[in-house]
């Protein structure tokens, strides 16, 4: 059975600072997507890794994928208080469509 | 741009009462999704679809049933609501099942008492 496990699930950061999420998953599976999601509203995508050594960034966010390891990081660089949400990675189990998410790092970020 | 529409947004049903959620995208998307938020949790697959007629179960199928007789809509069907259907529903549409984002309706908080 597929596990996607996140940790830390809850991160409280001063701004400025930076820190890593870590996914791992515990199937093969090339393809890891993240997304975002503000309380209360829908899931936002902010990235998609297809390969392994795959490495995105979006402004203060930096995903990268270890098909390998089985672990994705979300890296977040000098963070400011819009960052605060929650951030989810998710695994497709091995491409027959079967979406497995983990339980989301809920992330508060301080002045 | 409307993207992913979802209807309702609440809903309140009484424990074995039937109803459909309803989910429509103008993107032309192959896939469509239903997943199930609970606290504390991540998303859960419901069923899926990969195109026009075509529908598989997903994580935890049990309760509900889909259909897909268009490319834009994907209805989701509780048969008989219990309280553990009490949750926050999530419908999502991509281009293709592989490689690329998925984009998600604003969710159907549904409460079954």
């Known amino acids: 059975e597929l596990k996607v496990e996140q940790n830390p699930l809850f991160l409280s950061m001063q701004e400025g600072k930076n820190y890593t999420i870590y996914c791992n998953y515990s199937?093969?599976?090339?393809?890891l997507y993240w997304y975002r999601q503000d309380p209360g509203k829908s899931l936002e995508s902010l990235f998609v890794?297809?390969?392994?050594?795959a490495v995105k960034q979006e402004g203060r966010l930096m995903a990268s994928l270890d098909t390998k390891a089985r672990l994705s990081t979300l890296h977040i660089t000098a963070a400011v208080h819009d960052l605060s949400a929650t951030y989810f990675c998710?695994?497709?189990?091995?491409?027959?469509?079967?979406?497995?998410f983990g339980a989301g790092t809920r992330l508060t970020v301080k002045p | 741009n409307a993207g992913v529409t979802q209807t309702p947004k609440f809903q309140v049903l009484k424990t074995g009462q039937s109803m459909t959620l309803q989910c429509a995208q103008d993107?032309?998307?192959?896939?469509m999704s239903w997943y199930r938020q609970d606290p504390g949790m991540g998303l859960r697959l419901i069923h899926y679809?990969?195109?026009?007629?075509?529908?598989d179960q997903g994580e935890v199928p049990n309760g509900y049933n889909v259909s897909r007789s268009t490319t834009e809509d994907f209805p989701l069907r509780l048969l008989s609501a219990a309280p553990s259907q009490t949750s926050v529903y999530f419908c999502?549409?991509?281009?293709?099942?592989?490689?690329?984002?998925?984009?998600f309706g604003q969710g159907t908080r549904l409460t079954v008492v």
């Open positions: 679809s990969v195109g026009a007629g075509i529908t």
């Open positions: 993107m032309n998307h192959e896939y």
């Open positions: 999502a549409s991509s281009f293709g099942v592989l490689n690329t984002e998925a984009f």
């Open positions: 199937t093969t599976s090339d393809r």
């Open positions: 890794l297809l390969s392994n050594g």
């Open positions: 998710a695994v497709d189990m091995e491409g027959n469509n079967d979406m497995r």
